[in-house]
């Protein structure tokens, strides 16, 4: 009897004690304080505005106190970015942000519980393979896109360069959102009676070989919103100047190193908007599997002034400069 009378005490004991530590652990995690994992892909304005964004959003909204921030850049290296993810999930971060294509992708393999936004990704069901991806990805993830419109992105070649009957295209072979875009462009330019050639780099080490390739034979040279291609903006600039080959960009970073103009978005605004639905997953108020991903629906057409002056081309109004 006394044997069972001890077991008993033990199991109420034990049966108190986890009582306890689940109870401590609740008030931990409704403290309002939380830690979020950022993983940036690589160092360049567009990616650093969105970072900035999401922060600024994020201290607005729980303030400066009350978030701790663990950033990292992987520097454009898969494997780190896995490895920055992986840190996450040990550490045990209440949320990650996922900044570019390769940084979500090596979130998205690391873990299913932790929330994960994205930012600054063009197409989610490219970006993780979802054949069925109908706007919202479900599971721990969703967050925003960069993508402009790329019919009308299509379109300002033919508006500026109306006598143009090749394009090249030019991107990285490693960036499955580039091919995306560059497909869409490709289909738009050549129902209109364009040329298109597709002139792709693996990386850093190429880019102005294949770009003094693209210039050479082409009338003017489209670039989507490419990683490597906007922390190679300088070089692919150097290459194409000589033939005075105009380019048209993606995204503002890439107009601003080498391209003429762009319709671009702001990703200080897109890094906004994500720093917002990172405040209301937090907090409780929604539930990640259930949003949609968020646009910047604003897109604005600007030029690069000193590209524009160099080449001799007037750019139509309605154009905005792109600030030094």
Known sequence: MKVKRILAFVCIFALLT????????????????YTVGICQQLTHPALDQATEGFKAALIEKLGEENVTFDS????????????????FVTDKVDLILANATNALQACSNATTEIPILGTSITEYGVALGLDDFDGTVGGNISGTSDLAPLDEQAQMIIDLFPDAKTVG???????PNSAYQVAVVKEYLTGKGITCTDYTFSGSEDVALVAQQAAADSDAIYIPTDNTAASSAEIINGAVLPTKTPIIAGEEGICKGCGVATLSISYYNIGYKTGEMAAQILTGEKNISDMPIEYDNSPVKKYNKSICEELGITP?????AIED
């Open 316 to 320: 139509p109004e309605g154009y905005e």
């Open 72 to 87: 990292q850049n992987a520097q454009d290296q898969k494997d780190l970015c896995t490895s920055i993810a992986n840190s």
């Open 18 to 33: 986890a009582s306890m530590f689940t109870l401590d652990s609740c008030s931990k995690k409704d403290d309002g304080k």
């Open 169 to 175: 295209l030019l991107y990285c072979s490693s960036e």
